[in-house]
């Protein structure tokens, strides 16, 4: 199981709300593929999935906030 | 100068390192290894890979380079200092080159050749025409500072007083400016009333050249030249021209600020590619040694990272001991 957390983007800790996600639980993804959209006051991210596998939890759903390192997602 | 094969397929070494070591940090902040905020190198690797060439050629040549590589030079300044103790580095290990506490930034090591910066980028071509007097001083004819910095800092105040002081002194030095069109969200347009920068050097009477900084050959042959006119009390400046691909910082969205439609035709203007091309229409290399060398490149990096990511982080006593910061400088 791959944990997927909030990265460390900006020069400071900031908030970042949870813009949009491309897949739902349940999904396959592939090592590479948009899986979320994040922003923050200064900036506005896509990132990728980290491993192939099956997306099995989200934590935090479109418009919820959360901090730098904290878990957004599950993939088995 | 012509270069021979082996010095071909070198450059071609590097410029694939310079790509891969850009994706590898890409990954690594977005997967939380790395932290924030990191300014990557895509689309500048032909001049990572012009620029890298030319410290190993002055290494075998016995030139000893003193720089402080800065945004966009992950890959120069791991082979500065050498791909670990960079990589544990940005790790923020105890084994990387200042024992994790730095950032990317503030890595120094003077004896590696990596000098100390601070963080208003201008005034460091002031701290490196410093450190060139020193070494004309001490009678080392055979070193040499390269000052590299961006459009916007050579717009700076204290960038004028270095070129100025450095030519006064004939100091041993080359102000390298890499203009890739943007400071941070600013264009060059907006902040400079001459179309090349390197037109500023006539100002201290110094040699001003603008290259194509996408041709890691032409950044070579620059750079080499360069290096033998500063060394023979003549500092100048380079000016190299790239484009900047990405935000200013990853997580920077450049879309309201930049006209990104460029984008959409990278193939056209990727400097790797490019000099693929190039080598491919030469005979050097096949088709399929693109993908070969890249993935050998990565693998080099991954490996290094991964490692790294096993070693020890500094304690908080460790992070804020004040002798530490700068560890190995001095």
Redo the contacts between chains.
């Keep these: 199981m791959t944990q997927v957390i909030v990265p460390t983007l900006g020069q400071t800790n900031l908030d970042v709300t949870i813009e949009k996600w491309f897949k739902n639980v349940g999904d396959a993804v592939k090592e590479g593929e948009p899986l979320y959209e994040l922003s923050s006051e200064k900036l506005t991210q896509e990132i990728e999935a980290p491993v192939s596998g099956t997306l099995t939890k989200i934590y935090k759903q479109v418009g919820e906030t959360a901090a730098n390192g904290d878990l957004l997602a599950e993939i088995e | 100068m012509n270069l021979s094969n082996e010095q071909l397929l070198e450059i071609y070494e590097y410029i694939n390192y310079a790509r891969c070591m850009g994706e590898r940090l890409e ?1 690594f ?4 290894k790395i ?3 990191i300014h990557l190198p895509k689309g500048q690797e032909g001049l990572q890979a012009g620029l890298i060439m030319t410290l190993m050629d002055a290494r075998k040549n016995g030139i000893k380079i003193y720089t402080n590589p800065h945004t966009r030079d992950q890959a120069l300044m791991s082979k500065l200092i050498g791909l670990q103790p960079y990589a544990d580095e940005m790790l923020c290990k105890t084994s990387g080159i200042n024992g994790g506490t730095s950032g990317e930034y503030h890595m120094t090591c003077v004896e590696k050749g990596f000098l100390p910066a601070q963080g208003v980028l201008g005034p460091v071509w002031g701290q490196n025409a410093g450190f060139a007097w020193a070494l004309k001083d001490q009678g080392k004819t055979d070193s040499v500072v390269w000052g590299i910095y961006g459009d916007g800092a050579s717009s700076r105040g204290d960038a004028w007083e270095a070129m100025n002081i450095a030519a006064l002194f004939k100091v041993p030095m080359v102000f390298v400016v890499v203009n890739n069109g943007w400071a941070m969200a600013n264009p060059v347009e907006k902040e400079a009333p001459v179309q090349d920068l390197s037109l500023r050097a006539q100002g201290s009477g110094m040699r001003g050249i603008t290259v194509d900084g996408n041709d890691p050959i032409a950044v070579f042959e620059a750079m080499v030249e360069a290096n033998k006119l500063a060394m023979s009390g003549e500092p100048n400046l380079v000016e190299f021209k790239v484009t900047r691909w990405g935000g200013h ?5 450049q879309e309201v600020y930049r006209d990104t439609s460029f984008l959409k035709h990278l193939d056209d203007i990727d400097p790797v590619l490019n000099y693929h091309k190039k080598l491919l229409a030469m005979g050097l290399v096949k088709e399929e040694d693109l993908k070969r060398v890249h993935d050998e490149q990565d693998a080099i990096i991954l490996k290094v990272y991964e490692e790294g990511m096993n070693k020890p982080a500094p304690t908080v006593d460790e992070i804020c001991d004040p002798n530490k910061v700068y560890g190995g400088a001095y």
Aim: aromatic share 16%; glycine share 24%.
């Design positions: 990954y902040i977005k997967t939380g932290l924030g905020a910082f990853l997580g920077d969205n």
